[in-house]
């Protein structure tokens, strides 16, 4: 039972931050070469699925993370394996609230705020666009920091 806790909670992990950060490398800058409305089109369809990927990879870290993780050392700091544990919680939890941040408040504001076709986008739609792209940015950050964590375990 171990091994496939062990297995569900590395490719949660891998899918999350690898599908991240083929969103910063590879789709972002794709989207930056083809026309702004089929660009922002794209990057919606890819967002949208995206989100629902990363959120059920979060749910399954966080489950599985339970899982692994015994009582006494959610946020212990008595040996430098418990102090590694406690950051990369910490990192976790903050990503999570980014994660909260983005799906509840930015990307309703960019739909409440979307230029209808053949309008430009408003002030406020391009600085919701800016914020995703901060915080999108600091999320996959925040992922690399649980990652560096986690390799500290072994």
Same mark, same amino acid.
């Given at each position: 039972?171990?091994?496939?806790?062990?297995?569900?909670?590395?490719?949660?992990?891998?899918?999350?931050?690898?599908?991240?950060?083929?969103?910063?490398?590879?789709?972002?800058?794709?989207?930056?070469?083809?026309?702004?409305?089929?660009?922002?089109?794209? &990057?919606?369809?890819? +967002? *949208?699925?995206?989100?629902?990927? $990363?959120? !059920?990879?979060?749910?399954? =870290?966080?489950?599985?993370? @339970?899982?692994?993780?015994?009582?006494? &050392?959610?946020?212990? +700091? *008595?040996?430098?394996?418990?102090? $590694?544990? !406690?950051?990369?919680?910490? =990192?976790?939890?903050?990503? @999570?609230?980014?994660?909260?941040?983005?799906?509840?408040?930015?990307?309703?504001?960019?739909?409440?705020? $979307?230029?209808?076709?053949?309008?430009?986008?408003?002030?406020?739609?391009?600085?919701?666009?800016?914020?995703?792209?901060?915080?999108?940015?600091?999320?996959?950050?925040?992922?690399?920091?649980?990652?560096?964590?986690?390799?500290?375990?072994?």
């Amino acid at each position: 039972m171990d091994t496939v806790v062990n297995l569900v909670h590395l490719l949660a992990m891998a899918v999350w931050l690898g599908g991240a950060i083929t969103m910063k490398l590879v789709f972002e800058p794709a989207a930056k070469m083809i026309d702004p409305r089929e660009g922002g089109k794209f &990057m919606g369809l890819v +967002a *949208s699925r995206f989100s629902v990927v $990363a959120w !059920t990879c979060v749910g399954l =870290l966080l489950v599985t993370g @339970i899982m692994k993780t015994p009582t006494e &050392m959610y946020f212990a +700091a *008595s040996s430098d394996v418990e102090i $590694a544990l !406690t950051v990369k919680h910490i =990192l976790f939890l903050v990503m @999570i609230g980014v994660g909260l941040v983005i799906t509840l408040v930015i990307v309703p504001r960019m739909r409440q705020n $979307a230029p209808a076709p053949g309008e430009p986008p408003s002030a406020t739609f391009l600085t919701a666009q800016k914020r995703i792209g901060h915080l999108s940015m600091i999320n996959t950050l925040l992922g690399l920091g649980v990652l560096l964590c986690a390799s500290l375990l072994w």
